[in-house]
C-alpha cells in the first residue's frame, strides 16, 4: 500500500518567518532552492509579492492587485540554494527595517520547455519549471488572443489547480481553475467574489494529462497576440497536497477537512458565496487553536482569527466566519501542502502536536 508519493514534504514546500533589515537580506533555512518565493508582511497592510524562477529574479506580481509585472531590482535579487536573497528594497512589502514577514516557498526545480509545433501538444509554446514528484509547475506562455488556445503544463496528470495571470501589457484579475468547481466555473484570486460560470475562462474543458484550455476572455489569452502569461499549475499527490471542497455549518465546531497529511498550508476560498482567501500555516503560532491569517486577496496586516485546528490527519473549522470555512451551507475550496504525511511511505504515522 502507497501510504504518500512524498515523505519529507519539506524538500519541497517550507513556511520561512523573518525580519526585514532594509538591506542585503539573505533568508535561509530551506531544504531546497526554491523556485517560487510568496512575501507578506506580517505586521503592515502591505502587499502580497510573488516571485518565480520563470519570470526571474526581482519581476514580482501582486495576488491582491490587478497590477502588472513589476521589476525591482532592489527586491528579491536570487533564488539561492537554501533560500534566497532580497535586496535593499526599504518598503514594507519585502524588507522593510525591523518588519517581521513570512514567506511561502515550492520547489519545481526542472526546467520545461515544448515547441507546440513540433511536439504536436498544445496550440502555442510554453516553458517553465516542473516537478512531477511533487505536482507543481510554473508555466510561461505568450498568449494568442485566441478562444481555445492549449498550453501544455508538464505535469504529466490532470491539475487540480490552476492560477493564471496576465504579466503584462495589460492590468487584468487572477484567474483560478480547481478541479471541485470544474471548468465551467472560474475564481478570482485578487477578489473576493463568488464563482462565476462562464466558458470565458477556461473554455468548458477540462485540463488533460497534457494541456489546459483557455477561453476568450483576455486575462487568460491577451486582448490582442504577444502579451504575456504566468501559470501555476498544481496536481495532488498523496501525503503530500490535497485539492478539495467542503461544506461549512455556521458552528465553532465546525467542519473536519481530511487531507490524509499533517496541514504545513492551507487556502481556502468560499465558491458559493463571497469571502476572502484565508491563508494559514503552521509557523505563525500554527498551534491549535489560533492559526494566524491572511487574505491572499487584500493588503491587510496578519490576522489572529481562532480560525482552525491544524490536526495529524487535516484540519477543523473553527470560525463561524463565513470568510473562514463557517458560514453555514456555503461550499469553500481548499488546497493544502503537508508538513507530515498521516502515515509514511514505511507506515509510520504521524502525530499532532
Same mark, same amino acid.
Given at each position: 500500500?502507497?501510504?504518500?508519493?512524498?515523505?519529507?514534504?519539506?524538500?519541497?514546500?517550507?513556511?520561512?518567518?523573518?525580519?526585514?533589515?532594509?538591506?542585503?537580506? @539573505?533568508?535561509?533555512? %530551506?531544504?531546497?532552492?526554491?523556485?517560487?518565493?510568496?512575501?507578506?508582511? $506580517?505586521?503592515?497592510?502591505?502587499?502580497?509579492? %510573488?516571485?518565480?524562477?520563470? $519570470?526571474?529574479?526581482?519581476?514580482?506580481?501582486?495576488?491582491?492587485?490587478?497590477?502588472?509585472?513589476?521589476?525591482?531590482?532592489?527586491?528579491?535579487?536570487?533564488?539561492?540554494?537554501?533560500?534566497?536573497?532580497?535586496?535593499? @528594497?526599504?518598503?514594507?512589502?519585502?524588507?522593510?527595517?525591523?518588519?517581521?514577514?513570512?514567506?511561502?516557498?515550492?520547489?519545481?526545480?526542472?526546467?520545461?520547455? @515544448?515547441?507546440?509545433?513540433?511536439?504536436?501538444?498544445?496550440?502555442?509554446?510554453?516553458?517553465?519549471?516542473?516537478?512531477?514528484?511533487?505536482?507543481?509547475?510554473?508555466?510561461?506562455?505568450?498568449?494568442?488572443?485566441?478562444?481555445?488556445?492549449?498550453?501544455?503544463?508538464?505535469?504529466?496528470?490532470?491539475?487540480?489547480?490552476?492560477?493564471?495571470?496576465? $504579466?503584462?501589457?495589460?492590468?487584468?484579475?487572477?484567474?483560478?481553475?480547481?478541479?471541485?468547481?470544474?471548468?465551467?466555473?472560474?475564481?478570482?484570486?485578487?477578489?473576493?467574489?463568488?464563482?462565476?460560470?462562464?466558458?470565458? =475562462?477556461?473554455?468548458?474543458?477540462?485540463?488533460?494529462?497534457?494541456?489546459?484550455?483557455?477561453?476568450?476572455?483576455?486575462?487568460?489569452?491577451?486582448?490582442?497576440?504577444?502579451?504575456?502569461?504566468?501559470?501555476?499549475?498544481?496536481?495532488?499527490?498523496?501525503?503530500?497536497?490535497?485539492?478539495?471542497?467542503? +461544506?461549512?455549518?455556521? @458552528?465553532?465546531?465546525?467542519?473536519?477537512?481530511?487531507?490524509?497529511?499533517?496541514?504545513?498550508?492551507?487556502?481556502?476560498?468560499?465558491?458559493?458565496?463571497?469571502?476572502?482567501?484565508?491563508?494559514?500555516?503552521?509557523?505563525?503560532?500554527?498551534?491549535?487553536?489560533?492559526?494566524?491569517?491572511?487574505?491572499?486577496?487584500?493588503?491587510?496586516?496578519?490576522?489572529?482569527?481562532?480560525?482552525?485546528?491544524?490536526? +495529524?490527519?487535516?484540519?477543523?473549522? $473553527?470560525?463561524?466566519?463565513?470568510?473562514?470555512?463557517?458560514?453555514?451551507?456555503?461550499?469553500?475550496?481548499?488546497?493544502?501542502?503537508?508538513?507530515?504525511?498521516?502515515?509514511?511511505?514505511?507506515?509510520?504515522?504521524?502525530?499532532? =502536536?
Amino acid at each position: 500500500m502507497a501510504y504518500t508519493d512524498i515523505d519529507k514534504p519539506t524538500d519541497y514546500f517550507n513556511t520561512k518567518l523573518y525580519t526585514g533589515n532594509g538591506g542585503t537580506n @539573505n533568508i535561509t533555512g %530551506l531544504d531546497f532552492q526554491p523556485d517560487w518565493v510568496w512575501i507578506k508582511s $506580517r505586521n503592515d497592510s502591505a502587499n502580497h509579492n %510573488l516571485f518565480d524562477v520563470v $519570470r526571474g529574479a526581482t519581476k514580482y506580481l501582486k495576488s491582491n492587485a490587478i497590477n502588472v509585472e513589476t521589476t525591482d531590482s532592489t527586491s528579491l535579487t536570487s533564488f539561492n540554494s537554501n533560500g534566497f536573497t532580497l535586496g535593499s @528594497n526599504n518598503d514594507q512589502d519585502v524588507n522593510k527595517n525591523n518588519d517581521t514577514y513570512v514567506s511561502w516557498s515550492w520547489k519545481a526545480g526542472t526546467s520545461f520547455s @515544448n515547441d507546440a509545433s513540433s511536439t504536436s501538444v498544445g496550440s502555442i509554446d510554453s516553458a517553465g519549471s516542473v516537478s512531477t514528484d511533487a505536482g507543481f509547475s510554473i508555466i510561461g506562455f505568450t498568449g494568442d488572443a485566441q478562444t481555445g488556445t492549449t498550453v501544455a503544463h508538464g505535469l504529466g496528470v490532470k491539475p487540480n489547480m490552476i492560477i493564471v495571470k496576465n $504579466r503584462e501589457p495589460d492590468v487584468a484579475n487572477w484567474q483560478v481553475y480547481h478541479s471541485s468547481l470544474g471548468a465551467t466555473k472560474y475564481l478570482g484570486l485578487n477578489e473576493n467574489n463568488a464563482s462565476v460560470t462562464s466558458a470565458t =475562462r477556461w473554455n468548458n474543458t477540462e485540463p488533460t494529462t497534457s494541456v489546459f484550455t483557455l477561453g476568450s476572455s483576455g486575462d487568460v489569452v491577451g486582448d490582442s497576440s504577444g502579451e504575456t502569461f504566468i501559470a501555476y499549475c498544481f496536481a495532488e499527490k498523496q501525503g503530500y497536497s490535497k485539492f478539495g471542497s467542503f +461544506s461549512g455549518n455556521g @458552528n465553532a465546531d465546525g467542519a473536519f477537512i481530511y487531507t490524509g497529511f499533517k496541514p504545513a498550508w492551507v487556502m481556502m476560498k468560499a465558491s458559493s458565496a463571497t469571502g476572502n482567501w484565508g491563508m494559514f500555516d503552521n509557523k505563525r503560532i500554527g498551534y491549535n487553536v489560533k492559526n494566524y491569517n491572511f487574505r491572499a486577496d487584500q493588503n491587510n496586516a496578519e490576522g489572529t482569527d481562532d480560525a482552525i485546528d491544524i490536526l +495529524s490527519s487535516g484540519f477543523k473549522i $473553527r470560525s463561524t466566519s463565513g470568510g473562514f470555512g463557517g458560514g453555514d451551507g456555503t461550499t469553500y475550496i481548499y488546497m493544502a501542502f503537508a508538513e507530515n504525511p498521516f502515515t509514511t511511505s514505511t507506515g509510520v504515522p504521524a502525530t499532532a =502536536r
